[in-house]
């Protein structure tokens, strides 16, 4: 575009200024060099015709109505505008001052003496007006104006229809993008409505399993309390008294968190609220002590290196990562290799980020029951009970099903920049190990 109208500026002046070439020092040359120095500036305007269309059409009209050049740059400039702005009193108002420069322009350049004018040259015998040979006209004065003045017009009427069009191919882009946003808008509604569905039903399975069977278990293990109580004073009725209420303890809080998740399945809106880390979800100084304290109520035997320095430096997201990981590595190793010694290291620092280290020997079915033939043929009160509770559902023995606490800390892991490798080693331990970079926290949320 620019180019194109750059070069009809440059024809039409060149033209109008012909008869001033042999006096170079007048004032009219000097204004007709002015003319086609600038008939390389204006077009450039053409650039700015996204962002300030009507700015840009005005410059445009004035430049055509005071330099003598041709109308083509001005309707670029109005099609630009009648496509961008779609106000009816503006759209005429600008076809109409559009219009009166475009027939000016024409007329000014047939009002011309002949060896000036373009359009007389148009209308010029073959071979005359070169050469020194004399312009010789094929008509007269009339038709050439009349011309001129219908070019003019026809020009402004393409333009304005070029405008509308493309006017109106942005209006039907923008319709069909709005109507297939709200396409996939439905779309989603329909999966999210579908997903809450599945919500709903995966909260009331879990309901009415999961939260009875935490239920049994903290019921039963009040009732192992109460038995104990009536055994003959002993160091051994006072551990499984212990152990009684350790393990309702725990019942009842694992109810609770049942719940919690429960009332996240069936309120989506709220549950990115409570995913948010907290002090009690992320890697600080007190809630690895109460995981170790935990793990070692429990009966695990446990072991720990910890090495931790700048922990409320930590981004919230990686602490929160970091305690997940050596929540599930204790978890893990307390469900699959239950009386087995576990070591646990845990080191964390801006020069090399957070590592968690989880081994376990690896313990086969009957060490992991811990009683031998001989030890079971000889049943005490307790065993009995025990096998009671069996009996009453409380205790309900299943083939072992492959776990998804170790895959969901793999990608926990990798979500969070780091990386999450398990297995056994030629020595029959299992290896949990988790290395995660330091992500610094910003100053207005670090921990004191």
């Known amino acids: 575009m620019v180019p194109f109208a750059a070069t009809m500026c440059l024809v039409q002046c060149a033209y109008a200024a012909t008869p001033y070439t042999k006096d170079p020092h007048g004032g009219v040359y000097l204004w007709m060099m002015l003319a086609t120095l600038l008939a390389f500036a204006f077009p450039l305007l053409l650039t700015a015709r996204d962002k300030h269309p009507e700015a840009v059409f005005w410059s445009c009209c004035a430049a055509v109505t005071v330099f003598p050049y041709d109308p083509l740059l001005m309707l670029m400039a109005l099609t630009a505008l009648i496509a961008r702005r779609s106000d009816r009193a503006r759209t005429i108002r600008a076809v109409a001052a559009g219009a009166a420069v475009a027939v000016w322009a024409h007329l000014r350049d047939a009002l011309h003496p002949a060896e000036a004018s373009f359009w007389h040259e148009v209308f010029a015998e073959p071979g005359t007006g070169t050469d020194g040979v004399p312009i010789v006209m094929m008509t007269g004065e009339a038709p050439i104006i009349v011309t001129a003045i219908i070019v003019g017009l026809v020009g402004t009427l393409i333009a304005t229809l070029s405008g509308l069009h493309i006017r109106s191919r942005a209006k039907l882009s923008t319709a069909q993008a709005q109507a297939d946003a709200a396409v996939s808008h439905a779309r989603t509604l329909r999966s999210d409505l579908a997903d809450q569905r599945l919500a709903d039903a995966i909260a009331a399975e879990a309901h009415d399993t999961l939260a009875h069977s935490l239920s049994l278990l903290a019921l039963n293990a009040s009732a192992l309390q109460a038995e104990a109580s009536h055994l003959p004073p002993s160091e051994q009725a006072t551990a499984i008294a212990r152990k009684a209420e350790d393990i309702r303890r725990q019942a009842a809080g694992a109810l609770d968190e049942a719940h919690q998740i429960i009332d996240m399945l069936r309120h989506p809106q709220t549950a990115w609220e409570q995913l948010v880390p907290s002090d009690e979800t992320a890697l600080t100084r007190e809630s690895l002590d109460g995981l170790l304290v935990d ?101 309900e023995s299943s083939p072992r099903q492959p776990g998804a606490g170790l895959p969901g800390l793999v990608a926990r892991a990798q979500e969070s920049g780091g990386d999450c490798r398990y297995g056994v080693d030629d020595r029959r331990i299992f290896h949990v190990d988790v290395t995660l970079p330091w992500v610094w926290r910003t100053p207005n949320e670090r921990r004191p």
């Open 295 to 395: 793990a070692r109520n429990a009966g695990m035997s446990l072991n720990t290196w910890i090495d931790i320095r700048q922990l409320g430096d930590l981004d919230d997201s990686t602490a929160k990562t970091a305690y997940r990981a050596v929540q599930e590595g204790l978890t893990n190793a307390r469900r699959h290799a239950p009386g087995a010694p576990v070591s646990l290291e845990v080191t964390a620092n801006p020069e090399n980020g957070v590592h968690v280290h989880v081994t376990n020997p690896i313990v086969s079915t009957q060490d992991a029951a811990g009683t031998s033939p001989t030890a079971m043929a000889t049943p005490s009160p307790v065993a009995g009970l025990i096998a009671a509770m069996g009996e009453a559902g409380a205790v």
